[in-house]
T-cell receptor, first 110, second 111 residues
Framework: NAGVTQTPKFQVLKTGQSMTLQCAQD?????MYWYRQDPGMGLRLIYY???????DKGEVPNGYNVSRLNKREFSLRLESAAPSQTSVYFC?????????FGPGTRLLVL | GEDVEQSLFLSVREGDSSVINCTYT??????LYWYKQEPGAGLQLLTY?????DMKQDQRLTVLLNKKDKHLSLRIADTQTGDSAIYFC???????????FGPGTRLSVLP
């Protein structure tokens, strides 16, 4: 039981490049989330998915797209990376009252 | 809008008690949470409290909830160097799907 896994752990991009962050959970949770963490700002919700086949915008969705491929997997795509997207990205999944987090992806956009 | 506030830093001496405070705005929150984040790691759920409770104790951790003042606190007894981390307060909004996090309190434990 691995919980929530994320790949890659680290990534460096140039401005304008695209990439997809992968997330998978093996806990059979319906809800999955993508957050970004910036110093002094806590976690801000980018997108979430309440169930397979549905996605909704969070607080900071601009510049991102998501895909809920199946119940296990929820990916985050940056179509044209910008330096403002330099951050640590966390995926999470949840049961009714608790969220479980992945280890994070550290992204640097030059 | 919904907002969760915390002080950003706290320093305590090893063996003392730590108290981390949090205020939140959504009075209909069902659950309130404390997460711990160690350097370079993801968030780990420490404990949570249902909104109809005033207190919850779990070994060295005590959570106090004052619904009237929308104030949540986490007390760590006999603080150890391994408790040094960032502690996040969070609430669920009324839809039960969205979690709102505070900015985190960085706890430093001094020898």
């Amino acid at each position: 039981n691995a919980g929530v896994t994320q790949t890659p752990k680290f990534q460096v991009l140039k401005t304008g490049q695209s990439m997809t962050l992968q997330c998978a959970q093996d806990m059979n949770h319906n809800s999955m989330y993508w957050y970004r963490q910036d110093p002094g700002m806590g976690l801000r919700l980018i997108y979430y998915s309440a169930s397979e086949g549905t996605t909704d915008k969070g607080e900071v969705p601009n510049g991102y797209n998501v895909s809920r491929l199946n119940k296990r997997e929820f990916s985050l795509r940056l179509e044209s990376a910008a330096p403002s997207q330099t951050s640590v990205y966390f995926c999470a999944s949840s049961e009714v009252e608790t969220q479980y987090f992945g280890p994070g992806t550290r992204l640097l956009v030059l | 809008g919904e907002d969760v506030e915390q002080s950003l830093f706290l320093s305590v001496r090893e063996g003392d008690s730590s108290v981390i405070n949090c205020t939140y705005t959504d009075s209909s929150s069902t659950y309130l949470y404390w997460y711990k984040q160690e350097p370079g790691a993801g968030l780990q759920l420490l404990t949570y409290i249902f909104s109809n409770m005033d207190m919850k104790q779990d070994q060295r951790l005590t959570v106090l909830l004052n619904k009237k003042d929308k104030h949540l606190s986490l007390r760590i007894a006999d603080t150890q160097t391994g408790d040094s981390a960032i502690y996040f307060c969070a609430e669920t909004l009324r839809d039960g799907q969205n979690f709102v996090f505070g900015p985190g309190t960085r706890l430093s434990v001094l020898p």
